[in-house]
């Protein structure tokens, strides 16, 4: 490995940070300048108004995250990370796996969280909110189809699936019947082929799904309420439209249904309530406690949590003042706004006895069991998920000997493994680096020559003409279609990059799978995690329940050296004599950014021939000095001068453009008009309509770890400044420094940051079910009768 000559950097020749031991210290939260979080584009998030501590003040929504100042919401710590609940305040750094994903697109690249303008009485559709559309289209028509084989259902009687019995704890409690002591300690049944369900409706495009806009005499209601209580008058159409028709009754009944709200912080909604209720508003108030489990809930989802155990909910609440966490729990999942579950951990043991043989007796044993509670969405999708996934794994089939020809004739061994795995199973995991992605490639290759309908489809856009992105399969845009029963018209589905699926995207994928596919899935497990909910690759890794196949194709080159040494938690020393390599020390973040444009735009052209717009810039977060923000800011300067006249945006600029959550499309902005900004993405032109380029779109020079994952560039520039070193993990540093095929500049200013996040710092951890359900659902298909 060796310095670039241009940059001035003769004394780095060594390839590896200095060789000092790792630092000891315990893994601290993020520096807020690192500004990693999950909300809009460039990361910019929700933050507690100056002085809002104390909860008296009217609701106030404005700055970047953080910007409430230290205290506004009580840290907790839990199974998010050391020193944070997964249930706890979101921060701004996020720097494990979870909490650095790019995904909610509701924040403008300033970092402001002004709340959303009220909608306009005919807005005209996006490809985003299309897209959306045409998603929750598709999950509503999932939902009919597993109520329809299997309702009626009464609790505790008929349980053909644990999705029906949760639908039946959900009538229950909704109905004021007395909540279950115990949900789903039976195993679940086997797993089953569902009758064949009547065509769903499906619209012949997504854009003639009608958007659901709030009344104008809602807004006015709501308007008047918060009004009363002191809050932005600007969230009146937010509100409105995330609590329906009767918000404004809703939220003068329960002021903290305000916290539905992203914006909204529970310490604001205290003091909105105060202002409403007066002195009947306390922190033990059966309304808050109920709202506040809720919120803890869905903000352990943005950390990729699909559920929490209960005592680290309990502890989170008791963070934010509730008198007694563990009544307040017992009432939210008695109204049914929450799910209780309990999860086998190992055998059952064996309880007190008087002697061995009645230690022995079954009835004396206890299985240990975990405590989790979600809400009903990630509940209802992890369900569905493992049915899926159970149905297709039953699958067998003959391997016919064209299949083992397709095998003989395969590029490489692990190719052929995998095309005679496939052959003969209905679902097959496969994992492997960068190199390791051709044998999927292979084995849709085979499988058309053998007559069957294959989808290859992948994370984002790019790497052939015969591949679609998943989002694209689901929405309609992109892919094979669907049969008359709703289904993909598909015999083979192979899935790349399976990490980045959450569950809400999985269990919509799987389900539309046919009885009598196969189904692929692919993908590194060494790389960040899906920004939404959920580790399903992981989960189903773990699970064990279907050939798992894994590749023994190295990725190439002192590149492919480095990062497989990264992934096994070693920065190694490569020989790199053609400059694959580099590294270039800095001081400061100021001079961190001097070198990055220095290398984008003279030192990787010059030196490989590779022009300054193929060169990607990767930095840990979105604030700083030297984060993405701040680094696009200089390149444009560098590379694309201009006034900005198109929002913030002149033609000819890199941008990102974020539609949904989790999905980051690089693009070219073309020119701007009253409709919208023009952007040119992988040869097609998109429009991203006026009211949603602040939200949506940023410049692209520069991107977070999350954003680049699934793509690859002919070179990558990863930047450390020195203030985002304690956001770095061995899963973010695999997946940055993976992102290069030709070349590799670290611009390195983390010092002993680095080897001790690529030793010692793994991935945050997720609280999921998958796992367990896919194992319960095993045993019980194995299991006579």
Partial sequence: MSTDPQADTAAAENPATPEAEPSAAAEAEADPA?????????????????????GAGPVAVHGEAGEGGPGAEPPVSGRGGEGESPAGPETETGSGAEGEADADAGAGPEGTAEPAAEAPATPALSEAQAELAAQRIERERIARRKAE????VAAGAKLSGKAADLLAAVRAVEGGAKPSSVYFDDAPAAPRKAPVAPPAPRP?????????????????GVRAVLARGGAPEALAGPAAAALGEDAAGQLTENPWRLLSLPAVRPTQADGFARALLGAEAGPGDERRTTVLVGWLLAQAGLKGHTALEAPVL????????????????????????????????GPPVAGTAENAADAADAEDAEQPVRVLVGLEGAAMAEESLADGLARLAAGTFDASEDWERAAGSAPSPSASELIRAVAGHGLVTHTGGEAARAEPVALAAAARELGLRVCLAAHAPGGGPDRVTVAGLLSGAEGPGRDTDGQFALDLLVVLDAPQLDVETAAALVESVPDGARLVLSGDPGVLGSAGAGRVFADVLAARTCPQLVSRTPDPGPLGELVSGVGIGELNQVDAPGKEVVIVPVKDAGEAVHRAVQLVAESVPRAFGIPADSVQVITPGHGGSAGTRALNAALKERLNPGPGRFGGFDPGDRVVHVPSAGRALPALVVSADAEGLHLERAGARIVVAKELVESQVRHGWAVTAHQAVGTRWPAVVVVLPGDAAQ???????????????????????????????????????????????????????????
């Fill in 727 to 785: 956001a770095l993990s061995r899963d973010w540093v695999y997946t940055a420094f993976g992102r290069g095929e030709r070349h590799l500049s670290v611009v390195h200013g983390v010092d002993q940051a680095l080897p001790h996040a690529v030793a010692e710092v793994p991935a945050k951890p997720r609280t999921t079910r998958l796992t367990g359900l896919l194992t319960a659902l095993a045993t019980a298909g194995a299991q006579p009768g």
């Fill in 34 to 54: 690192a500004d990693t979080d999950r909300t809009g584009p460039d990361g910019s998030g929700t933050a507690e108004p100056a002085g809002a501590e104390d």
């Fill in 204 to 220: 012949a495009a997504p854009a003639a799904v009608a958007a659901s806009v709030p009344s104008g005499d809602t807004v006015e």
């Fill in 314 to 345: 309990e502890k989170a609440l008791a963070q934010y003042g509730v008198p007694d966490p563990a009544e307040a729990l017992e009432l939210a999942i008695a109204e049914g706004s929450v799910l209780v579950f309990h999860e086998p951990l």
């Fill in 149 to 152: 084989r299997e309702a009626p």
